[in-house]
């Protein structure tokens, strides 16, 4: 048995109400944010057969022509909601496009909360009708598992419980299905998706339909991440290290290419990145200053935060 990259916890110890259990899950949370910014989670409550319909549905959109593909990209809106055809999106320090072509569904609020109007409505496909209702679904699920790590990570960093509970309701999080067609010649030196941090809380990614996700450890080495079945990988992004002030780490990651021998086989990967409501304050929290470990970071909001990063990597001109 090959050596895990990753550490392996089980949400249901959170959830479970066991004091001892949640003590044990919240502090083997932090050491992995900390130590490899990325920790695997079974028994995460997300419905198998809703994954594995979210693969179907996107496998089909996929699989439409060119043309029709292009209909539901909408201009303007920085690949936010709809479909951002193939080459668009580069890593901030990277000129060269990730060989990739991804839809993104969020929020929907069903609250009246005056936040909606924040945001651009979800695209439907009438190719695929079950397409869009599925995909809310499986954001709804994703989002209530964020919702009780972010519960654990509080109280590792001795908050309240419900610290991000207001942050993140109607929050601005984004399901993205990344698709990577088979590879058909010698990539300009682009790989799937060259290495870059995520710009948000904290994103949970389904085990993707064909290996190549690395991290990059402590020793400066790539380290081949390789999900079980039923496990997600969630890791920390740029927001959560920056309201930390680098004490939970948003660690590089990037997707190779396979082998040559499997260039023919596409990748579908399903990641979900937590976002807050715009408007939450990425102040380092105090506790996390101190003279050992100096501000780092100026203040921001995560509405401005976002908008600067979306910039860096191409997707807002």
Known sequence: MSKR???LVALSDFTSGDAEKREAFVKDLIKAFR???????????????????????SKAFYALPEEVKLQYEVAGLAGQRGYTSFGK??????????????????????DGDPVAKEYPANVAVKEKPDFLPTAVSLYRAFENAGRQLLKAIALGLNLEENYFEAHVHNGNSILRSIYYPPITREPASAIRAEQHEDINLITLLVGASAGGL??????????????????????????????????????????VNPPREEWHNPRLSIPFFLHPRSDMDLSCLPACVDEKHPLQYEPVTAGEYLDERLREIGLKK
């Open 5 to 7: 990259a990753i550490p």
């Open 35 to 57: 130590e490899i910014g990325f920790v695997g989670v079974v028994k995460h409550g997300i419905d198998a057969d809703l994954i594995s319909k979210f693969y179907e549905v």
């Open 89 to 110: 999106e580069h890593a901030k320090q990277s000129e060269v496009p990730d060989l990739k072509e991804f839809f993104q569904f969020g929020q929907e609020v069903t």
């Open 214 to 255: 690395e991290i990059l450890d402590n020793t400066n080495s790539w380290m081949p991440v390789v999900p079980e079945s039923d496990e997600i990988v969630i890791n920390v992004g740029d927001m959560l290290q920056r309201l930390t002030n680098n004490y939970l780490k948003s660690t590089t990651h990037r997707v």
